[in-house]
Protein backbone atom coordinates (compact mmCIF):
# COMPACT_ATOMS: atom_id res chain seq x y z
CA UNK A 1 0.00 0.00 0.00
CA UNK A 2 2.74 2.44 1.03
CA UNK A 3 4.77 1.51 -1.39
CA UNK A 4 2.22 1.95 -4.04
CA UNK A 5 1.72 5.31 -2.90
CA UNK A 6 5.34 6.38 -3.18
CA UNK A 7 5.52 4.94 -6.90
CA UNK A 8 2.06 7.13 -7.81
CA UNK A 9 3.68 10.27 -6.28
CA UNK A 10 7.34 9.15 -7.62
CA UNK A 11 5.32 9.14 -10.31
CA UNK A 12 3.49 12.44 -10.51
CA UNK A 13 6.74 14.61 -9.65
CA UNK A 14 8.35 12.86 -12.72
CA UNK A 15 5.39 13.50 -14.54
CA UNK A 16 5.55 17.30 -13.62
CA UNK A 17 9.50 17.31 -13.81
CA UNK A 18 9.09 16.42 -17.34
CA UNK A 19 6.21 18.66 -18.19
CA UNK A 20 8.34 21.85 -16.57
CA UNK A 21 11.20 20.51 -18.78
CA UNK A 22 8.79 20.53 -21.79
CA UNK A 23 7.65 24.00 -20.81
CA UNK A 24 11.48 24.91 -20.68
CA UNK A 25 12.02 23.40 -23.83
CA UNK A 26 9.06 24.87 -25.48
CA UNK A 27 9.89 28.68 -24.78
CA UNK A 28 13.73 27.72 -26.49
CA UNK A 29 11.81 26.02 -29.34
CA UNK A 30 9.11 28.90 -29.94
CA UNK A 31 10.04 29.33 -33.39
CA UNK A 32 10.18 33.51 -33.35
CA UNK A 33 12.56 32.98 -29.75
CA UNK A 34 14.94 31.18 -32.08
CA UNK A 35 14.51 33.73 -35.24
CA UNK A 36 14.94 36.88 -33.36
CA UNK A 37 18.32 35.02 -31.81
CA UNK A 38 19.31 33.78 -35.35
CA UNK A 39 19.19 37.29 -36.58
CA UNK A 40 20.63 38.81 -33.45
CA UNK A 41 23.45 36.37 -34.45
CA UNK A 42 23.82 37.26 -37.97
CA UNK A 43 23.80 41.14 -37.04
CA UNK A 44 26.43 40.93 -34.92
CA UNK A 45 28.74 38.93 -36.73
CA UNK A 46 28.19 41.23 -39.88
CA UNK A 47 28.37 44.13 -37.27
CA UNK A 48 31.67 42.40 -35.63
CA UNK A 49 33.26 41.91 -39.62
CA UNK A 50 32.38 45.29 -41.09
CA UNK A 51 32.80 47.56 -38.57
CA UNK A 52 35.25 46.71 -36.40
CA UNK A 53 38.20 47.57 -38.52
CA UNK A 54 38.93 44.42 -40.74
CA UNK A 55 37.38 45.99 -43.77
CA UNK A 56 38.15 49.09 -45.08
CA UNK A 57 36.10 51.51 -43.01
CA UNK A 58 35.15 53.23 -46.57
CA UNK A 59 33.92 50.33 -47.90
CA UNK A 60 32.33 48.93 -44.40
CA UNK A 61 28.46 48.79 -44.21
CA UNK A 62 27.89 47.70 -40.86
CA UNK A 63 23.88 46.99 -39.57
CA UNK A 64 24.32 50.08 -37.55
CA UNK A 65 25.25 52.32 -40.58
CA UNK A 66 22.80 50.85 -42.83
CA UNK A 67 19.83 51.46 -40.62
CA UNK A 68 20.41 54.86 -39.72
CA UNK A 69 20.94 55.59 -43.97
CA UNK A 70 17.79 54.36 -44.58
CA UNK A 71 15.89 57.90 -44.06
CA UNK A 72 18.46 59.07 -46.62
CA UNK A 73 17.43 56.99 -49.54
CA UNK A 74 13.85 57.28 -48.83
CA UNK A 75 14.12 60.73 -48.96
CA UNK A 76 16.54 60.80 -51.92
CA UNK A 77 14.44 62.97 -54.57
CA UNK A 78 15.75 60.27 -56.69
CA UNK A 79 13.90 57.86 -54.73
CA UNK A 80 10.33 57.91 -55.73
CA UNK A 81 10.81 58.50 -59.25
CA UNK A 82 13.56 55.21 -59.52
CA UNK A 83 11.20 52.66 -57.58
CA UNK A 84 8.21 54.09 -60.32
CA UNK A 85 10.63 53.29 -63.01
CA UNK A 86 11.33 50.09 -61.49
CA UNK A 87 7.87 49.36 -60.62
CA UNK A 88 7.15 50.10 -64.24
CA UNK A 89 9.49 48.08 -66.33
CA UNK A 90 9.05 44.86 -64.26
CA UNK A 91 5.35 45.42 -64.28
CA UNK A 92 5.13 45.58 -68.39
CA UNK A 93 8.25 43.10 -68.76
CA UNK A 94 6.73 40.50 -66.79
CA UNK A 95 2.76 41.31 -68.19
CA UNK A 96 4.43 41.02 -71.49
CA UNK A 97 5.91 37.41 -71.17
CA UNK A 98 2.96 36.18 -68.82
CA UNK A 99 0.52 36.68 -71.73
CA UNK A 100 3.52 35.51 -74.93
CA UNK A 101 4.63 32.56 -72.40
CA UNK A 102 1.15 31.29 -71.49
CA UNK A 103 0.11 31.42 -75.21
CA UNK A 104 3.57 29.93 -76.96
CA UNK A 105 3.49 27.19 -74.16
CA UNK A 106 -0.33 26.14 -74.94
CA UNK A 107 0.39 26.50 -78.72
CA UNK A 108 3.94 24.41 -78.60
CA UNK A 109 2.10 22.03 -76.41
CA UNK A 110 -0.53 21.45 -78.63
CA UNK A 111 1.53 21.60 -82.06
CA UNK A 112 3.57 18.76 -82.20
CA UNK A 113 5.22 20.08 -85.49
CA UNK A 114 6.08 23.39 -83.88
CA UNK A 115 7.04 21.42 -80.42
CA UNK A 116 9.39 19.35 -82.21
CA UNK A 117 10.92 22.24 -84.53
CA UNK A 118 10.73 24.51 -81.15
CA UNK A 119 11.60 23.01 -78.19
CA UNK A 120 15.08 22.38 -78.40
CA UNK A 121 15.68 26.39 -78.81
CA UNK A 122 13.61 27.16 -75.77
CA UNK A 123 15.11 24.74 -73.63
CA UNK A 124 18.86 25.80 -74.74
CA UNK A 125 17.94 29.30 -74.45
CA UNK A 126 16.47 28.87 -71.25
CA UNK A 127 20.08 27.03 -70.03
CA UNK A 128 21.87 29.97 -71.25
CA UNK A 129 23.52 33.43 -69.57
CA UNK A 130 20.82 35.54 -71.07
CA UNK A 131 22.19 38.53 -69.75
CA UNK A 132 25.25 37.77 -71.49
CA UNK A 133 23.84 39.34 -74.69
CA UNK A 134 22.74 42.64 -72.63
CA UNK A 135 25.52 44.80 -74.03
CA UNK A 136 24.40 43.72 -77.76
CA UNK A 137 20.75 44.40 -77.27
CA UNK A 138 21.31 47.85 -76.21
CA UNK A 139 23.93 48.23 -78.89
CA UNK A 140 21.18 47.26 -81.52
CA UNK A 141 18.08 48.72 -79.40
CA UNK A 142 20.06 51.89 -77.99
CA UNK A 143 19.19 53.52 -74.41
CA UNK A 144 15.31 53.45 -75.08
CA UNK A 145 12.69 51.38 -73.04
CA UNK A 146 12.35 48.80 -75.96
CA UNK A 147 15.66 47.37 -74.93
CA UNK A 148 14.74 47.22 -71.31
CA UNK A 149 11.76 45.33 -71.86
CA UNK A 150 13.18 42.68 -74.06
CA UNK A 151 15.97 42.29 -71.38
CA UNK A 152 13.26 41.48 -69.07
CA UNK A 153 11.08 39.89 -71.39
CA UNK A 154 14.19 37.06 -72.14
CA UNK A 155 14.58 36.47 -68.47
CA UNK A 156 11.07 35.96 -67.46
CA UNK A 157 9.04 33.94 -70.12
CA UNK A 158 11.37 30.64 -70.38
CA UNK A 159 9.71 29.80 -67.45
CA UNK A 160 6.61 30.79 -67.87
CA UNK A 161 6.31 29.66 -71.34
CA UNK A 162 7.92 25.88 -69.81
CA UNK A 163 5.81 25.17 -67.26
CA UNK A 164 2.58 25.85 -69.28
CA UNK A 165 4.32 23.85 -72.01
CA UNK A 166 4.43 20.67 -69.44
CA UNK A 167 0.88 21.78 -67.71
CA UNK A 168 -0.56 21.38 -70.89
CA UNK A 169 0.84 18.01 -72.21
CA UNK A 170 0.11 16.65 -68.64
CA UNK A 171 -3.59 17.01 -69.31
CA UNK A 172 -5.68 14.14 -68.49
CA UNK A 173 -6.17 11.83 -71.87
CA UNK A 174 -9.63 11.22 -71.10
CA UNK A 175 -10.92 14.81 -70.92
CA UNK A 176 -8.99 15.52 -73.74
CA UNK A 177 -11.30 12.04 -74.95
CA UNK A 178 -14.46 13.22 -73.95
CA UNK A 179 -14.17 16.61 -75.42
CA UNK A 180 -13.62 15.17 -79.25
CA UNK A 181 -16.42 12.76 -78.31
CA UNK A 182 -18.80 15.73 -78.22
CA UNK A 183 -16.92 17.17 -80.82
CA UNK A 184 -15.43 19.95 -78.61
CA UNK A 185 -13.48 22.54 -81.15
CA UNK A 186 -9.99 23.44 -80.53
CA UNK A 187 -10.78 26.63 -79.11
CA UNK A 188 -13.38 24.95 -76.64
CA UNK A 189 -10.15 22.08 -75.65
CA UNK A 190 -7.73 25.28 -75.38
CA UNK A 191 -10.37 27.28 -73.03
CA UNK A 192 -11.83 24.63 -71.38
CA UNK A 193 -9.50 21.56 -70.94
CA UNK A 194 -5.74 22.38 -71.80
CA UNK A 195 -5.91 25.57 -70.18
CA UNK A 196 -7.21 25.14 -66.84
CA UNK A 197 -4.60 21.89 -66.04
CA UNK A 198 -2.06 23.76 -67.31
CA UNK A 199 -2.79 26.50 -64.36
CA UNK A 200 -1.30 24.89 -61.53
CA UNK A 201 2.40 24.53 -63.34
CA UNK A 202 1.47 28.04 -65.08
CA UNK A 203 1.64 29.30 -60.99
CA UNK A 204 4.85 27.66 -61.08
CA UNK A 205 6.16 29.19 -63.91
CA UNK A 206 4.93 32.31 -62.58
CA UNK A 207 6.64 31.70 -59.37
CA UNK A 208 10.00 31.46 -61.59
CA UNK A 209 9.16 33.87 -63.71
CA UNK A 210 8.86 37.01 -60.90
CA UNK A 211 12.05 35.89 -59.47
CA UNK A 212 13.92 35.97 -63.05
CA UNK A 213 11.74 38.86 -64.05
CA UNK A 214 13.31 40.98 -61.02
CA UNK A 215 17.24 39.95 -62.47
CA UNK A 216 15.97 41.16 -65.62
CA UNK A 217 15.27 44.41 -64.77
CA UNK A 218 18.09 45.23 -62.53
CA UNK A 219 20.19 43.91 -65.24
CA UNK A 220 18.69 46.30 -67.59
CA UNK A 221 18.87 49.12 -65.45
CA UNK A 222 22.30 48.83 -63.92
CA UNK A 223 23.85 47.54 -67.41
CA UNK A 224 21.59 48.57 -70.78
CA UNK A 225 19.92 52.07 -69.83
CA UNK A 226 20.45 53.59 -66.73
CA UNK A 227 17.55 54.50 -64.52
CA UNK A 228 15.29 53.14 -61.82
CA UNK A 229 16.72 51.73 -58.34
CA UNK A 230 18.66 49.58 -60.41
CA UNK A 231 20.67 52.45 -61.50
CA UNK A 232 20.56 54.21 -58.22
CA UNK A 233 22.62 51.29 -56.46
CA UNK A 234 25.26 52.46 -58.66
CA UNK A 235 24.61 56.42 -58.18
CA UNK A 236 25.46 55.83 -54.81
CA UNK A 237 28.26 53.06 -55.74
CA UNK A 238 30.07 56.26 -57.70
CA UNK A 239 30.04 58.09 -54.20
CA UNK A 240 31.14 54.95 -52.06
CA UNK A 241 28.36 55.10 -50.19
CA UNK A 242 27.41 51.18 -49.35
CA UNK A 243 25.19 51.97 -46.70
CA UNK A 244 22.99 53.17 -49.00
CA UNK A 245 23.71 50.74 -51.58
CA UNK A 246 22.45 47.92 -49.35
CA UNK A 247 19.07 49.93 -48.72
CA UNK A 248 18.41 50.10 -52.46
CA UNK A 249 19.59 46.28 -52.37
CA UNK A 250 17.13 45.26 -49.61
CA UNK A 251 14.27 47.68 -51.59
CA UNK A 252 14.72 44.84 -54.49
CA UNK A 253 14.69 42.24 -51.42
CA UNK A 254 11.41 43.56 -50.16
CA UNK A 255 10.06 43.70 -53.62
CA UNK A 256 10.84 39.97 -53.89
CA UNK A 257 9.36 38.91 -50.59
CA UNK A 258 5.96 41.06 -51.79
CA UNK A 259 5.90 39.31 -55.17
CA UNK A 260 6.96 36.04 -53.68
CA UNK A 261 4.11 36.58 -51.07
CA UNK A 262 1.47 37.32 -54.03
CA UNK A 263 2.12 34.73 -55.98
CA UNK A 264 1.79 32.01 -52.91
CA UNK A 265 -2.09 33.73 -52.81
CA UNK A 266 -2.73 33.38 -56.29
CA UNK A 267 -1.69 29.80 -55.76
CA UNK A 268 -4.48 29.18 -52.53
CA UNK A 269 -7.13 30.91 -54.82
CA UNK A 270 -5.87 28.40 -57.96
CA UNK A 271 -6.06 25.33 -55.12
CA UNK A 272 -8.96 25.78 -53.69
CA UNK A 273 -11.07 27.07 -57.13
CA UNK A 274 -9.65 23.52 -58.40
CA UNK A 275 -11.20 21.80 -55.52
CA UNK A 276 -14.58 23.30 -55.33
CA UNK A 277 -14.49 22.73 -59.21
CA UNK B 1 -4.89 18.67 -83.95
CA UNK B 2 -8.52 17.28 -82.97
CA UNK B 3 -6.17 13.15 -83.79
CA UNK B 4 -5.33 14.54 -80.07
CA UNK B 5 -8.51 13.40 -78.82
CA UNK B 6 -9.22 10.06 -80.14
CA UNK B 7 -7.46 7.44 -79.61
CA UNK B 8 -4.00 8.22 -80.68
CA UNK B 9 -2.00 5.90 -82.32
CA UNK B 10 1.53 5.76 -80.68
CA UNK B 11 4.32 6.04 -83.56
CA UNK B 12 7.36 3.79 -82.96
CA UNK B 13 9.53 5.73 -80.61
CA UNK B 14 12.35 5.38 -82.69
CA UNK B 15 10.79 6.83 -85.75
CA UNK B 16 9.23 9.63 -83.57
CA UNK B 17 12.88 10.82 -82.52
CA UNK B 18 14.26 10.79 -85.73
CA UNK B 19 11.48 13.02 -86.95
CA UNK B 20 11.61 15.47 -84.06
CA UNK B 21 15.11 15.83 -84.63
CA UNK B 22 14.56 16.18 -88.53
CA UNK B 23 12.21 18.54 -87.82
CA UNK B 24 14.39 20.76 -85.45
CA UNK B 25 17.58 20.52 -87.82
CA UNK B 26 15.25 21.68 -90.17
CA UNK B 27 14.14 24.71 -88.07
CA UNK B 28 17.57 25.04 -87.76
CA UNK B 29 18.65 25.92 -91.43
CA UNK B 30 15.94 28.16 -91.83
CA UNK B 31 16.09 30.32 -88.92
CA UNK B 32 19.56 30.68 -90.10
CA UNK B 33 19.25 31.39 -93.29
CA UNK B 34 16.72 33.76 -92.47
CA UNK B 35 18.65 35.63 -90.50
CA UNK B 36 21.34 35.45 -93.02
CA UNK B 37 19.00 37.32 -95.59
CA UNK B 38 17.53 39.74 -93.22
CA UNK B 39 20.59 41.07 -91.06
CA UNK B 40 21.94 43.38 -94.05
CA UNK B 41 18.05 44.45 -94.76
CA UNK B 42 17.28 45.78 -91.24
CA UNK B 43 18.68 49.54 -92.28
CA UNK B 44 20.79 49.84 -89.20
CA UNK B 45 23.86 52.37 -89.11
CA UNK B 46 26.49 49.33 -88.14
CA UNK B 47 26.85 46.01 -89.42
CA UNK B 48 24.22 43.42 -87.88
CA UNK B 49 25.91 39.97 -87.17
CA UNK B 50 25.20 37.46 -89.34
CA UNK B 51 25.80 33.50 -89.24
CA UNK B 52 29.20 33.53 -91.58
CA UNK B 53 30.22 37.07 -89.65
CA UNK B 54 30.16 35.17 -86.41
CA UNK B 55 31.82 32.71 -87.75
CA UNK B 56 34.34 34.40 -88.74
CA UNK B 57 34.71 36.33 -86.06
CA UNK B 58 34.77 32.76 -84.28
CA UNK B 59 37.67 31.79 -86.09
CA UNK B 60 39.46 35.26 -85.76
CA UNK B 61 39.53 35.07 -82.38
CA UNK B 62 40.45 31.59 -81.89
CA UNK B 63 43.28 32.49 -83.89
CA UNK B 64 44.56 34.86 -82.00
CA UNK B 65 44.01 33.47 -78.74
CA UNK B 66 42.37 36.45 -76.97
CA UNK B 67 39.02 33.54 -76.85
CA UNK B 68 41.05 31.20 -75.32
CA UNK B 69 42.75 33.84 -72.73
CA UNK B 70 38.96 34.88 -71.83
CA UNK B 71 37.78 31.58 -71.40
CA UNK B 72 40.53 30.79 -69.27
CA UNK B 73 40.00 33.28 -67.05
CA UNK B 74 36.29 33.43 -66.91
CA UNK B 75 36.48 29.46 -66.22
CA UNK B 76 39.23 29.89 -63.77
CA UNK B 77 36.94 32.50 -61.50
CA UNK B 78 33.95 29.84 -61.87
CA UNK B 79 36.21 26.44 -60.97
CA UNK B 80 37.87 28.67 -58.13
CA UNK B 81 34.34 30.00 -56.29
CA UNK B 82 32.03 27.32 -56.86
CA UNK B 83 34.21 24.16 -55.98
CA UNK B 84 34.58 25.18 -52.27
CA UNK B 85 31.39 26.53 -52.39
CA UNK B 86 29.45 23.34 -52.87
CA UNK B 87 31.57 21.57 -49.96
CA UNK B 88 30.74 24.58 -47.87
CA UNK B 89 27.24 24.46 -48.50
CA UNK B 90 26.53 20.58 -48.15
CA UNK B 91 28.51 20.97 -45.28
CA UNK B 92 26.31 23.39 -43.60
CA UNK B 93 23.35 22.19 -45.07
CA UNK B 94 23.84 18.57 -43.67
CA UNK B 95 24.19 20.22 -39.69
CA UNK B 96 20.84 22.85 -40.29
CA UNK B 97 19.00 19.89 -42.07
CA UNK B 98 19.78 17.98 -39.38
CA UNK B 99 19.00 20.06 -36.29
CA UNK B 100 15.65 21.47 -36.80
CA UNK B 101 16.11 24.32 -34.84
CA UNK B 102 18.68 25.68 -36.84
CA UNK B 103 16.63 25.57 -39.71
CA UNK B 104 14.00 27.52 -38.07
CA UNK B 105 15.79 29.94 -37.00
CA UNK B 106 17.65 30.41 -40.33
CA UNK B 107 15.58 29.94 -42.52
CA UNK B 108 13.57 32.47 -42.93
CA UNK B 109 17.25 34.85 -43.84
CA UNK B 110 18.40 32.37 -46.25
CA UNK B 111 14.97 32.15 -48.28
CA UNK B 112 15.32 36.32 -47.86
CA UNK B 113 18.53 36.56 -48.82
CA UNK B 114 17.69 33.83 -52.34
CA UNK B 115 14.96 35.63 -52.98
CA UNK B 116 17.48 38.84 -53.35
CA UNK B 117 18.13 39.91 -57.05
CA UNK B 118 21.95 38.79 -56.55
CA UNK B 119 22.89 40.91 -59.62
CA UNK B 120 21.86 44.15 -57.45
CA UNK B 121 24.92 43.06 -54.87
CA UNK B 122 27.36 42.65 -57.75
CA UNK B 123 28.24 46.54 -57.32
CA UNK B 124 29.01 46.26 -53.99
CA UNK B 125 30.64 42.79 -54.18
CA UNK B 126 33.14 44.21 -56.38
CA UNK B 127 33.70 47.42 -54.30
CA UNK B 128 34.28 45.07 -50.96
CA UNK B 129 36.34 42.52 -52.42
CA UNK B 130 37.82 44.52 -55.35
CA UNK B 131 37.23 44.58 -59.28
CA UNK B 132 39.45 41.70 -59.95
CA UNK B 133 40.10 38.01 -59.94
CA UNK B 134 39.09 38.24 -56.07
CA UNK B 135 35.96 39.90 -56.06
CA UNK B 136 34.66 37.93 -59.30
CA UNK B 137 35.80 34.56 -57.02
CA UNK B 138 33.56 36.33 -54.15
CA UNK B 139 30.36 36.52 -55.91
CA UNK B 140 30.40 33.12 -57.81
CA UNK B 141 31.12 31.62 -54.57
CA UNK B 142 28.10 33.67 -52.66
CA UNK B 143 25.72 32.64 -55.28
CA UNK B 144 26.29 28.78 -55.60
CA UNK B 145 26.43 28.56 -51.94
CA UNK B 146 23.33 29.65 -51.29
CA UNK B 147 21.42 27.31 -53.83
CA UNK B 148 23.03 24.40 -52.63
CA UNK B 149 23.20 25.40 -49.00
CA UNK B 150 19.24 25.71 -49.56
CA UNK B 151 18.77 22.55 -51.54
CA UNK B 152 20.94 20.24 -48.96
CA UNK B 153 19.16 21.61 -46.64
CA UNK B 154 15.58 20.64 -47.88
CA UNK B 155 17.03 17.15 -48.56
CA UNK B 156 18.76 16.03 -45.61
CA UNK B 157 15.47 17.64 -43.90
CA UNK B 158 12.31 15.88 -45.98
CA UNK B 159 14.17 12.06 -46.05
CA UNK B 160 10.80 9.64 -46.34
CA UNK B 161 10.45 8.74 -43.02
CA UNK B 162 10.39 5.52 -44.04
CA UNK B 163 13.85 4.96 -45.03
CA UNK B 164 14.89 6.53 -41.78
CA UNK B 165 12.15 4.19 -39.69
CA UNK B 166 14.04 1.06 -41.79
CA UNK B 167 17.53 2.64 -40.49
CA UNK B 168 16.24 3.01 -37.08
CA UNK B 169 15.02 -0.78 -37.04
CA UNK B 170 18.50 -1.66 -37.87
CA UNK B 171 19.53 0.32 -34.72
CA UNK B 172 21.61 2.25 -37.19
CA UNK B 173 23.46 5.20 -35.33
CA UNK B 174 22.84 8.81 -36.07
CA UNK B 175 26.14 9.00 -37.96
CA UNK B 176 25.56 6.18 -40.39
CA UNK B 177 21.89 7.31 -40.59
CA UNK B 178 23.41 10.31 -42.36
CA UNK B 179 25.80 8.91 -44.16
CA UNK B 180 23.80 5.78 -45.64
CA UNK B 181 20.26 7.29 -45.75
CA UNK B 182 19.89 11.26 -45.67
CA UNK B 183 22.75 12.16 -47.78
CA UNK B 184 22.00 9.70 -50.54
CA UNK B 185 18.65 10.20 -50.25
CA UNK B 186 19.57 13.89 -50.39
CA UNK B 187 21.59 13.54 -53.41
CA UNK B 188 19.35 14.26 -56.05
CA UNK B 189 17.85 17.56 -54.79
CA UNK B 190 21.69 18.50 -54.33
CA UNK B 191 22.29 17.86 -57.92
CA UNK B 192 19.28 19.86 -58.48
CA UNK B 193 20.81 23.01 -56.24
CA UNK B 194 24.61 23.04 -58.00
CA UNK B 195 22.27 22.67 -61.27
CA UNK B 196 20.58 25.94 -60.20
CA UNK B 197 23.74 27.34 -58.62
CA UNK B 198 25.98 27.18 -61.98
CA UNK B 199 23.42 28.84 -63.92
CA UNK B 200 23.13 31.14 -61.76
CA UNK B 201 27.18 31.76 -61.45
CA UNK B 202 27.36 32.21 -65.18
CA UNK B 203 25.16 35.23 -65.22
CA UNK B 204 27.16 36.65 -61.70
CA UNK B 205 30.54 35.83 -63.65
CA UNK B 206 29.23 37.91 -67.04
CA UNK B 207 27.26 40.70 -65.48
CA UNK B 208 30.66 41.22 -62.79
CA UNK B 209 32.54 41.30 -66.18
CA UNK B 210 30.93 43.84 -68.01
CA UNK B 211 31.69 45.89 -64.57
CA UNK B 212 35.21 45.72 -64.68
CA UNK B 213 35.24 45.28 -68.69
CA UNK B 214 38.90 43.92 -67.74
CA UNK B 215 39.26 40.98 -68.57
CA UNK B 216 36.99 37.43 -69.20
CA UNK B 217 34.54 36.77 -71.72
CA UNK B 218 32.12 39.65 -70.14
CA UNK B 219 34.76 41.73 -70.68
CA UNK B 220 34.78 41.07 -74.54
CA UNK B 221 31.00 40.96 -74.86
CA UNK B 222 31.20 44.32 -73.21
CA UNK B 223 34.05 45.78 -74.77
CA UNK B 224 33.47 44.55 -78.94
CA UNK B 225 29.45 45.88 -78.17
CA UNK B 226 30.81 49.33 -77.64
CA UNK B 227 32.72 49.37 -80.30
CA UNK B 228 29.24 48.15 -82.42
CA UNK B 229 31.77 45.38 -83.55
CA UNK B 230 28.64 42.88 -82.64
CA UNK B 231 29.84 39.80 -84.38
CA UNK B 232 32.72 39.58 -82.30
CA UNK B 233 30.70 40.48 -78.97
CA UNK B 234 28.44 37.67 -79.88
CA UNK B 235 31.22 34.78 -79.77
CA UNK B 236 31.77 35.20 -76.23
CA UNK B 237 28.28 34.69 -75.40
CA UNK B 238 28.19 31.91 -77.67
CA UNK B 239 30.84 30.21 -75.48
CA UNK B 240 28.52 31.21 -72.33
CA UNK B 241 25.47 29.82 -74.12
CA UNK B 242 27.22 26.86 -74.67
CA UNK B 243 28.65 26.00 -71.33
CA UNK B 244 25.57 26.69 -69.60
CA UNK B 245 23.58 24.20 -72.02
CA UNK B 246 26.15 21.50 -71.44
CA UNK B 247 26.87 21.83 -67.77
CA UNK B 248 22.60 21.94 -67.11
CA UNK B 249 21.90 18.92 -69.63
CA UNK B 250 25.08 17.08 -67.84
CA UNK B 251 23.95 18.28 -64.60
CA UNK B 252 20.23 17.15 -65.02
CA UNK B 253 21.28 13.38 -66.65
CA UNK B 254 23.05 13.17 -62.88
CA UNK B 255 19.74 13.99 -61.50
CA UNK B 256 17.63 11.81 -62.64
CA UNK B 257 20.55 8.57 -61.58
CA UNK B 258 20.43 9.75 -58.65
CA UNK B 259 16.54 10.31 -58.20
CA UNK B 260 16.12 6.45 -57.28
CA UNK B 261 17.57 6.76 -54.11
CA UNK B 262 14.73 9.05 -52.31
CA UNK B 263 12.54 6.78 -53.94
CA UNK B 264 11.21 3.99 -51.55
CA UNK B 265 9.51 1.26 -53.99
Known amino acids: MVSQVAETLAAEAEARKGRRGFEVAGRLSNPWVLRLSALALVLGAWQLWMGGGRVDPTFAAPPSKV??????VVTNPMFVESLLNTLQLFALGFGISLVLGTALGLLL???PVLDAALSPYVNGLYASPLPAIVPIITAVFGYYLAAKLIIVVLLAIFPILINTYQGARDTDPHLLEVASAFRASELQVWRDVVFPSAIPHLVTGIRLGVARGLIGTV?????ASPGGLGYLILWYGFRFDMDAMLVVVLCFTLMALVFSGLVRALDRWVARWRVSE | MMAAGRGRVTPRPGRTRWRRTAIAAATAVGLLVGWQLAA??????????TPTSTWLALVEM?????????????????LVGTV???VLGIAMGV???GLRPLDVAFAPYLYAFYSTPFVA???????????GFKGKVAIVFTLVWLPVLLQTIAGVRDVDPRLLEVGRSFRASEWRMLFEVRLPAAMSLIVAGIRLAVGRALVGVVVAEFDTAFSGLGAEIFRYSQRFRLSHALVPALVLAATGIVLTALLHRAEHRLERWRRVD
Open chain 2, 121 to 131: LIPLFLLVFGV
Open chain 2, 84 to 86: PAI
Open chain 1, 109 to 111: ARV
Open chain 2, 40 to 49: PRMGTAFELP
Open chain 1, 67 to 72: ATSIPK
Open chain 1, 219 to 223: VAETY
Open chain 2, 95 to 97: VIG
Open chain 2, 62 to 78: ARSGELWTATKESGLVL
